[in-house]
C-alpha cells in the first residue's frame, strides 16, 4: 500500500505543476450546440438543455477530470480493505486515481451506494469538487434511478437525480427502441425528458428521423418534438425545424418554422396552427390573403396575418375580411371580423366601417350580433334610428327580440323615452309590445317626481306608470 500511496502523490504533483503552467479557467460559459466541439478536451462539457433549451454549460475547473485510459486502470493497485476518498465510503478492491485536491478517479472493487444509487462491482467513477459524482460507467447492464441502461454506458450526472447518456448499442427503454449513438437526457426526478435519436425512431405510428429533439412529459408520453427534416406528422407534412407538440399522445399544436400549407390552408411561419382531438385544423394565422370557404360553396377573402378559427368539421368559426363582402344582404368592408356558427350563419361581426342592416346604421368597431335568421340581435347605432315607437340618438346600444323589436337600449345622451326622461347611460327594458318595463339607473335621477339614486332598478306597468322600485345602495327611501 505505501508504494501506491507514493505513486498516487507523486501523480498528483505532476497534476499541480500541470495546472500551474496553463491559463486558470474558473469560471463558466454558455455555447451554442454547433460550437461546443470546438471547446478545448480537457474541460469537462455538461449539458443541461431540459430547462434551458439548446444552451450547453461549459464548466471549466482548474482541477480538470481527466479521462483515464484502460491500460492505465493496470499500474493502480486496489484498496486492500474498505476506504473513503472525500468523504465517499468505497468497497475493499476499488482502483482510485487521484487528480488534485477536487478530481478523482475510481473503479468499484464491490457494489456500493452513491448519491442513492446502487451501483455494481465494475463501475468506474468520476468524481470532482472533492466527492460530487461527474458520471458513472457500468461494465453490465445497471438501472440508474428508474432506468435500465446497457452496459459501458457512460452516465454523466447534471444534479441530484438528473443525468445524460449517449447509448453504446441499440436499446429499448419506456416501450421504445433507440439505435446506438442517441442521447438522452433524464430529468431531477430521473424520468426520461428529452431524446436526440441518432437514427430513425417510431414513437406511437409517427417515425422521427435522425436529431429531432423529442421531449416526454412525466408519463413517459410524448410532448413535444422539434423536427430535423421536413416529414408527416398524424398524416399532415410539416417543414424542418417545425415544433409540434402532443396532448394524450395526439397531435395538438404545432409551431411552423416556414410559410407552408396545412389542410389546404397556407399558414404563416413563426405561428402556432391548432388541431382538434380527431386531426382538424382548428386555428391558423394566414401567410397570405386567401380564398376561404366559410359556407358551402360559399367563400370570402381573408386576409394576410388574419386569425383564423375552424370547429371540427373544418367550418370556419371567425376570420377577418381582406377585401369588401355581401354577406346575408350586408356590405361589409375589407378590415371586418367575422364570427360564424356551426352551421355557417353569421353569428356576430366588428365592422371596420359603418354598416348598415335594413333601416339602420350601426357603428364600426362596434360588436354586431345576428340570430339564425340573420336579423340583428345587437349592435350600437351610428346614426339616430328609428325603431317602432321610439327614436334615439347615435351612439346608443339597442338590442332586439326575433320579431325584430326593440328588447333593450342603453341610452348614449338624456333622452325621452315614452315620454319620461331619463339620463345618459340608463338601461331600458321593453316588452314584447314596445313598453317600458324595467330601467336600471346608473346615476341619481327623479322619476315621476321620486328622486332615486344611482343603481336603483324600477318597473313600470303597461301604461307606463311607476309601480315598483328597488332603490340603490345610497338610498335614502
Request: charged share 25%; net charge negative; aromatic share 10%.
Amino acid at each position: 500500500m505505501a508504494d501506491n500511496n507514493n505513486t498516487m502523490k507523486l501523480r498528483e504533483i505532476n497534476s499541480e505543476i500541470r495546472r500551474e503552467t496553463r491559463a486558470e479557467i474558473n469560471t463558466s460559459l454558455q455555447i451554442s450546440r454547433d460550437s461546443y466541439r470546438d471547446a478545448p478536451s480537457q474541460i469537462n462539457i455538461v449539458e443541461n438543455t431540459h430547462r434551458q433549451n439548446n444552451l450547453l454549460f461549459i464548466y471549466c475547473r482548474n482541477d480538470v477530470c481527466q479521462e483515464t485510459e484502460a491500460n492505465e486502470w493496470d499500474n493502480v493497485d486496489p484498496l486492500g480493505e474498505e476506504g473513503e476518498v472525500n468523504g465517499i465510503k468505497l468497497p475493499k478492491g476499488t482502483k482510485v486515481r487521484i487528480f488534485g485536491e477536487q478530481t478523482f478517479h475510481a473503479v468499484l472493487g464491490g457494489p456500493c451506494e452513491i448519491n442513492g444509487i446502487q451501483l455494481l462491482e465494475g463501475t468506474e467513477l468520476h468524481f470532482y469538487n472533492k466527492n460530487k459524482l461527474l458520471s458513472a460507467t457500468p461494465t453490465s447492464d445497471q438501472k440508474i434511478f428508474k432506468t435500465v441502461l446497457p452496459k459501458n454506458t457512460k452516465v454523466e450526472f447534471q444534479g441530484n437525480k438528473a443525468f445524460y447518456v449517449e447509448l453504446p448499442v441499440d436499446w429499448e427503454i419506456n416501450g421504445i427502441f433507440f439505435s446506438k449513438g442517441t442521447e438522452l437526457w433524464f430529468d431531477d426526478d430521473g424520468d426520461l425528458a428529452k431524446v436526440i435519436p441518432s437514427g430513425e425512431v417510431k414513437i406511437g405510428e409517427i417515425i422521427f428521423k435522425k436529431g429531432a429533439e423529442l421531449y416526454f412529459d412525466k408519463n413517459g408520453l410524448l410532448a413535444r418534438a422539434v423536427l430535423s427534416t421536413k416529414q408527416d406528422v398524424a398524416g399532415i407534412g410539416f417543414e424542418r425545424g417545425a415544433e409540434v407538440v402532443f396532448e394524450d399522445s395526439k397531435l395538438a399544436r404545432a409551431m411552423l418554422a416556414e410559410d407552408q400549407f396545412v389542410q389546404g390552408v397556407k399558414c404563416a411561419a413563426l405561428t402556432e396552427v391548432w388541431f382538434s382531438k380527431s386531426g382538424k385544423l382548428t386555428f391558423a394565422t394566414l401567410a397570405e390573403d386567401q380564398d376561404i370557404e366559410y359556407r358551402k360553396g360559399e367563400k370570402l377573402r381573408a386576409a394576410k396575418g388574419t386569425e383564423i378559427y375552424f370547429d371540427e368539421d373544418g367550418g370556419v368559426q371567425a376570420l377577418t375580411l381582406s377585401s369588401p363582402k355581401k354577406i346575408d344582404e350586408i356590405e361589409f368592408a375589407a378590415g371586418s371580423k367575422l364570427c360564424f356558427r356551426k352551421d355557417g350563419s353569421l353569428s356576430y361581426a366588428i365592422p371596420s366601417a359603418n354598416v348598415r342592416v335594413g333601416k339602420l346604421v350601426f357603428a364600426a368597431g362596434a360588436e354586431l350580433s345576428f340570430l339564425r335568421n340573420a336579423k340583428v340581435s345587437e349592435g350600437v347605432l351610428a346614426l339616430k334610428g328609428d325603431i317602432g315607437k321610439f327614436e334615439f340618438t347615435a351612439g346608443t346600444k339597442v338590442w332586439f327580440y326575433s320579431n325584430g323589436r326593440i328588447m333593450g337600449s342603453i341610452l348614449a345622451v338624456e333622452q325621452k323615452v315614452q315620454r319620461i326622461l331619463f339620463a345618459a347611460e340608463t338601461v331600458i327594458n321593453y316588452d314584447g309590445n314596445e313598453k317600458i318595463e324595467r330601467v336600471y339607473l346608473a346615476s341619481a335621477q327623479t322619476i315621476q317626481g321620486i328622486k332615486f339614486p344611482a343603481k336603483s332598478t324600477l318597473w313600470f306597468s303597461w301604461l307606463g306608470k311607476l309601480e315598483k322600485a328597488n332603490p340603490g345602495p345610497e338610498s335614502e327611501l
